[in-house]
Nanobody, 127 residues
Framework: QEQIAESGGGSVQPGGSLRISCRTS????????IGWFRQVPGKGREPLAC????????FYNNAAKGRFTISIDSAKSTAYLQMDNLKVEDTGVYSC????????????????????WGQGTQVAVSS
């Protein structure tokens, strides 16, 4: 059975860093993209960063460019989102998703709905 589990959320001060993790299991293909999405109250879920297990360029939206870095450790079946220079507006629920047979760009542009979602992890940035 497919499972996705996020971890590593928490509270951090503005300007600080945090790394969140997404462990996957049971995905029935080795070719998929993993994406990190953020949702804040009153707004829709936005794609922040996506990366394919097959290589290629990652996708970052404008909010993530230059501050966030997505990576995949295939041996651990785990994706990471390194977040630096965090801002108060980065506060939200961060969810990990998997989309089979998709490129990182396609996943980030939302051409299709991801196949699997995690439960999310809360990130709070405040002084």
């Amino acid at each position: 059975q497919e499972q996705i589990a996020e971890s590593g959320g928490g509270s951090v001060q503005p300007g600080g860093s945090l790394r969140i993790s997404c462990r996957t299991s049971g995905i029935p293909t080795e070719a998929y993209s993993i994406g990190w999405f953020r949702q804040v109250p009153g707004k829709g879920r936005e794609p922040l960063a996506c990366l394919s297990t097959q290589g290629g360029s990652p996708f970052y939206n404008n909010a993530a460019k230059g501050r966030f870095t997505i990576s995949i450790d295939s041996a651990k079946s785990t994706a990471y989102l390194q977040m630096d220079n965090l801002k108060v507006e980065d506060t939200g629920v961060y969810s990990c998703a998997v989309e089979r047979l998709a490129t990182a760009q396609a996943m980030g542009l939302g051409r299709d709905e991801p196949d699997y979602w995690g439960q999310g992890t809360q990130v709070a940035v405040s002084s």
